[in-house]
């Protein structure tokens, strides 16, 4: 992600995974009900593996609950939201519900994480519905709903980082 500055101690951790794969190719499913398969996904999923296991990340679960996010793997992005008790864990909780398909989880989730400073700008439970339509229509990678859901991901991993 060439957009996004990441302080010292966290660019040779993560760059490797934007390398890996590019923004622009991440997350490109509305709702992940199989495995990610895909080769960069997985090769990409292995970079994160690698970064999250460095003690630097050892206590910023935002950040792991956000790489994990990027590359799909939602069980481990789970993992790590779920234990970060703050607004910016309900926010990545509400993500990972809403990626599962579990819609009401997630607009409970998002309720939870009231008006964060990194989503002013987000309607989180009008995005949910929105998704939640397309996935209904079998459109599970509607071009304008992954822009916005890659949009929304840099927006809160950027303000993860730069805290």
Known sequence: MADLLLPGQFEALIR????????????????????????????????????????????????VSG?????DDLDRAHAACQALETPTGSYWHGV?????????????????????????????????????AAYGRGDHSDIDHVAAQRAEWAALFGWCVGR
């Open 16 to 63: 490797p995974v934007f390398e890996a794969l590019p923004l622009e190719r991440a997350m490109g499913r509305l709702v992940v009900d199989t495995p990610p398969t895909d080769a960069e996904v997985v090769d990409a999923a292995a970079r994160v593996a690698e970064a999250v296991a460095s003690p630097a990340l050892a206590g910023r679960l935002d950040l």
């Open 67 to 71: 790489l994990w996010l990027y590359v």
């Open 96 to 132: 990972v519900h809403r990626r599962e398909g579990d819609f009401s989880n997630a607009c409970y989730w998002f309720g939870r994480a009231g008006e964060h400073p990194a989503m002013d700008a987000v309607d989180a439970d009008g995005f949910v519905q929105r998704v939640a």
